[in-house]
């Protein structure tokens, strides 16, 4: 059993620094209400309804980056979202994270998806940056000229993202890369790259690896072929070569062989955050859509009308409740992590599960009460139904979590 772990899980109130609270901290805290600060609401939300949702469509058909849709948050200031108000951020936490992904993934889950991947790669540039790292990245990014993201899952581990085989050997002031990475979001699009590797010998050793920041345009960083998924196709998931890169070891992030650290204390309650938020806005965007048939809709043959039937009134209470639960469920979990409440892990680990399960059964249900107006290939609702179907698969997988939620809740070690 990896010894490492043992007190892990998790004790982050924000990007930076991270700490555990008292019990009379953390109960102060959540008693106190919260709000997303007006201004980014109405940001998200401008952007959301003026950018994202009319390109939604056109990103899932041609499978594009939404270049559009990036350079519109960050012109209103949201890739800074959790970079420290010193550097110019907006040093938000987890559940402002939770709010806005909803938000977006409402109108474009694509572009949700983009968005939130570059929240968790400034989280964990964030967390332990140097003074020069804070210069040549924290500060770009909360001006809206940086998109960063994580490069941590590789071809041959699966969903055990942890455990990288991806190499670096230190070559005076740098290091030289080797290895291949998948599944990279932002992937060819970002301007810096989060990126794992062990070095020689200790590919084994999940303990001991590493984390750099590797710079677009570097040499030796080839890019795979854009990946074809069935939903989320806009994100640029696409795989990379890493041919003998060179890294400066001023882009270390931490120290070598404490990445584990930062799965655990920054990527997991960071990642699975953001994905709840955007799963739930996919959620939330079915709804929206059934209760606009249901309301509108009226056979020609009798006055009697759709939203007049009790089987599909109770359908719709069913769906709504299943929506505010795992909704509840996730800003709760959020509220835990910012508190820095050891309590947040599980609570994560199972508001993310919740909210998988909530998206799938929403858009299902979604689809049986549109019926075949929903069933439409090109349509808003088929589009929903392929990107919810991401939310078990994408690593860490819902299994995985089971598994790591099981483990937490026994009082054992995650791995």
Same mark, same amino acid.
């Given at each position: 059993?990896?010894?490492?772990?043992?007190?892990?899980?998790?004790?982050?109130?924000?990007?930076?620094?991270?700490?555990?609270?008292?019990?009379?901290?953390?109960?102060?805290? &959540?008693?106190?209400?919260?709000?997303?600060?007006?201004?980014? #609401?109405?940001?998200?939300?401008?952007?959301?309804?003026?950018?994202? #949702?009319?390109?939604?469509?056109?990103?899932?058909?041609?499978?594009?980056?939404?270049?559009?849709?990036?350079?519109?948050?960050?012109?209103?200031?949201?890739?800074?979202?959790?970079?420290?108000?010193?550097?110019?951020?907006?040093?938000?936490?987890?559940?402002?994270?939770?709010? @806005?992904?909803?938000?977006?993934?409402? !109108?474009?889950?694509?572009?949700?998806?983009?968005?939130?991947?570059?929240?968790?790669?400034?989280?964990?540039?964030?967390?332990?940056?140097?003074?020069?790292?804070?210069?040549?990245?924290?500060?770009?990014?909360?001006?809206?000229?940086?998109?960063?993201?994580?490069?941590?899952?590789?071809?041959?581990?699966?969903?055990?993202?942890?455990?990288?085989?991806?190499?670096?050997?230190?070559?005076?002031?740098?290091?030289?890369?080797?290895?291949?990475?998948?599944? @990279?979001?932002?992937?060819? /699009?970002?301007?810096?790259?989060?990126?794992?590797?062990?070095?020689? %010998?200790?590919?084994?050793?999940?303990?001991?690896?590493?984390?750099?920041?590797?710079?677009? %345009?570097?040499?030796?960083?080839?890019?795979?072929?854009?990946?074809?998924?069935?939903?989320?196709?806009?994100?640029?998931?696409?795989?990379?070569g890493l041919n003998r @890169?060179?890294?400066?070891?001023?882009?270390?992030?931490?120290?070598?062989?404490?990445?584990?650290?930062?799965?655990?204390?920054?990527?997991?309650?960071?990642?699975?955050?953001?994905?709840?938020?955007?799963? @739930?806005?996919?959620?939330?965007?079915?709804?929206? &859509?059934?209760?606009?048939h249901i309301s509108g /809709?009226?056979?020609?043959?009798?006055?009697?009308?759709? #939203?007049?039937?009790?089987?599909?009134?109770?359908?719709?209470?069913?769906?709504?409740?299943?929506?505010?639960?795992?909704?509840?469920?996730?800003?709760?979990?959020?509220?835990?992590?910012?508190?820095?409440?050891?309590? !947040?892990?599980?609570?994560?680990?199972?508001?993310?599960?919740?909210?998988?399960?909530?998206?799938? !059964?929403?858009?299902?249900? !979604?689809?049986?009460?549109?019926?075949?107006?929903?069933?439409?290939?090109? %349509?808003?609702?088929?589009?929903?139904?392929?990107?919810?179907?991401? #939310? /078990?698969?994408?690593?860490?997988?819902?299994?995985?979590?089971?598994?790591?939620?099981?483990?937490?809740?026994?009082? &054992?070690?995650?791995?």
């Amino acid at each position: 059993m990896p010894v490492w772990l043992s007190d892990s899980c998790f004790t982050s109130r924000s990007p930076c620094p991270l700490r555990r609270s008292s019990e009379v901290e953390l109960s102060e805290t &959540l008693q106190r209400p919260y709000s997303l600060p007006s201004d980014l #609401a109405f940001l998200a939300s401008d952007v959301a309804e003026r950018v994202l #949702a009319p390109q939604a469509e056109e990103i899932d058909r041609d499978a594009r980056w939404p270049r559009e849709g990036m350079q519109a948050l960050a012109e209103a200031g949201l890739l800074g979202l959790l970079v420290p108000e010193r550097l110019g951020g907006h040093g938000q936490g987890l559940h402002a994270l939770a709010e @806005i992904a909803e938000v977006l993934g409402r !109108a474009c889950s694509s572009t949700a998806m983009c968005f939130a991947m570059h929240c968790v790669g400034t989280a964990v540039i964030a967390a332990k940056a140097t003074p020069d790292q804070e210069r040549r990245f924290l500060r770009p990014i909360a001006e809206g000229r940086h998109v960063t993201t994580l490069a941590l899952s590789e071809p041959g581990t699966g969903s055990h993202f942890y455990l990288p085989r991806s190499t670096f050997d230190p070559d005076g002031e740098s290091y030289v890369v080797n290895g291949k990475k998948s599944f @990279i979001t932002n992937g060819g /699009h970002a301007d810096s790259y989060v990126l794992s590797a062990v070095a020689p %010998g200790s590919e084994l050793d999940p303990g001991t690896f590493t984390c750099l920041l590797v710079e677009a %345009g570097s040499a030796g960083l080839d890019w795979g072929a854009p990946w074809s998924g069935l939903g989320m196709r806009g994100n640029s998931s696409r795989a990379a070569g890493l041919n003998r @890169i060179s890294v400066p070891k001023a882009n270390l992030l931490g120290e070598e062989g404490d990445q584990i650290w930062y799965i655990f204390e920054v990527v997991a309650p960071y990642f699975l955050t953001a994905m709840a938020g955007v799963y @739930i806005g996919i959620g939330q965007a079915a709804l929206d &859509l059934s209760v606009a048939h249901i309301s509108g /809709h009226k056979f020609s043959h009798t006055t009697a009308r759709l #939203a007049e039937n009790p089987a599909i009134v109770e359908q719709i209470a069913d769906m709504w409740a299943r929506l505010e639960r795992a909704r509840r469920l996730l800003h709760y979990a959020a509220r835990l992590g910012d508190a820095g409440s050891p309590e !947040a892990a599980t609570a994560i680990f199972a508001s993310k599960i919740d909210v998988a399960d909530a998206a799938v !059964a929403l858009t299902n249900s !979604a689809m049986q009460l549109v019926g075949g107006r929903g069933y439409q290939a090109d %349509g808003q609702l088929s589009r929903l139904l392929r990107d919810a179907q991401a #939310a /078990h698969v994408m690593s860490p997988t819902t299994h995985l979590l089971k598994s790591w939620l099981g483990r937490s809740v026994l009082g &054992l070690p995650p791995l």
